[in-house]
């Protein structure tokens, strides 16, 4: 009997649950996307209703090999998900459903690495925000002269989810020991927290942090940073 590859290679992806030797054929039965439905699922009624554009940037949402919604969306809702991503979100939207709004908690606490913070992680906290999302984001909820570190703490604190954005850049911070080692730490001892992949891959994240690379989440591999904005803020609504 042929054995699932995902301790080692993970199935972060439609594409690499397809490779696998023993979910490939459950995964055949999965890109019957108009036919299928269990538990957390519900099928799309056709794949060319899956398209549209967010927050005017004319990116499609759910990109190709996208096909399921999950119970959490709402009627009407045309972002779709491959169904990796509704197993790996699922555990994450019960816990955030346990986790009322309050007046001064954010939805999302976006750890990035420094030098991302005027580029991807910019782009994904502005489009959380035109999506109605509350994010926790360094650039602006850090005052100067405060301390770094504390406001991090008061941050995790206040989110209903934390968000890790993995570039090249955070990679490599991870390997010194900076701040974004210091987040990381904080958001892996919580049950509620999503990597975001963006420019890298699962095994280049396994090699640097083993712990953080067990974790499944989202990849802008399957699909452009809106498409990654709309699913999360689908994930926190209320």
């Known amino acids: 009997m042929a054995k699932c590859t995902a301790p080692v290679n993970g199935h972060h992806s439609a594409s690499a649950e397809a490779a696998c030797p ?3 054929e459950r995964y055949g039965r999965y890109s019957s996307y108009g036919t299928y439905s269990s538990g957390s699922y519900s099928a799309s009624a056709s794949s060319g209703s899956s398209r ?9 949402v759910g990109g ?3 096909g399921v919604r999950p119970s959490w969306s709402r009627a009407g809702s045309s972002v779709m998900y491959t169904p990796a991503e509704v197993r790996a979100l699922t555990p994450i939207r019960s816990s955030v459903e346990k986790r009322a709004p309050l007046p001064d908690r954010r939805d999302v606490f976006l750890c990035h690495a420094w030098d991302d913070r005027r580029g991807a992680a910019k782009e994904l906290h502005d489009l959380l925000e035109s999506l109605g999302v509350s994010v926790w984001f360094s650039e602006k909820d850090v005052a100067l002269g ?4 504390r406001e991090i703490d008061k941050g995790l604190a206040k989110s209903r989810v934390g968000i890790v954005l993995v570039t090249p850049a955070l ?3 991870v390997q010194g020991e900076g701040i974004a080692d210091k987040e990381l730490s904080a958001l892996l001892a919580r049950d509620l927290l ?4 963006h420019d890298t891959t699962y095994e280049a994240l396994r090699e640097v942090s ?23 803020a689908e994930l926190v609504a209320s």
């Open 52 to 60: 549209s554009s967010v927050g005017g940037s004319g990116s499609s």
């Open 171 to 173: 990679l490599r911070r």
């Open 22 to 24: 023993a979910c490939r």
């Open 146 to 149: 405060t301390s770094l570190l």
């Open 194 to 197: 999503v990597p975001i992949v």
């Open 64 to 66: 190709a090999g996208s």
């Open 210 to 232: 083993p712990l953080l690379g067990s974790r499944s989440g989202l990849s802008t591999a399957e699909g452009p940073m809106a498409d990654v904005a709309a699913k999360l």
